[in-house]
Nanobody, 123 residues
């Protein structure tokens, strides 16, 4: 059974960088598309990015050009590099697994969610 664990969250200043990791156990990640979602207080969980099994990536408009998603199947890990962070990036970040990255990323298509990691962007 696939289990995902997020890590790497913390407090960063606006304009700063942070690297989030999604580590898998139980099953090889190579068979799954992995999506990152985030949820701010009082808001619904929203899609951030997705990486397919072939390494193809999609990004939400709000993070395009600032975030970079990559995967290392040998390490069974997906990494979300956050650059040029903004206060509106503050949220709990979650990773989930799916079969493919669909054009419209929805939480309904993902499972095996991790517990999340808190990212706070503030001066």
């Amino acid at each position: 059974q696939l289990q995902l664990v997020e890590s790497g969250g913390g407090l960063i200043q606006p304009g700063g960088s942070l690297r989030l990791s999604c580590a898998a156990s139980g099953v090889s990640l190579e068979y799954f598309a992995i999506g990152w979602f985030r949820q701010a207080p009082g808001k619904e969980r929203e899609a951030v990015s997705c990486i397919g099994t072939r390494g193809n990536t999609d990004y939400a408009d709000s993070v395009q050009g600032r975030f970079i998603l990559s995967r290392d199947n040998a390490k069974n890990t997906v990494t979300l590099q956050m650059n040029s962070a903004k206060p509106e990036d503050t949220a709990v970040y979650y990773c989930g697994a799916s079969d493919i990255c669909r054009r419209h990323l929805s939480t309904d298509d993902f499972g095996s969610w991790g517990q999340g990691t808190q990212v706070t962007v503030s001066s």
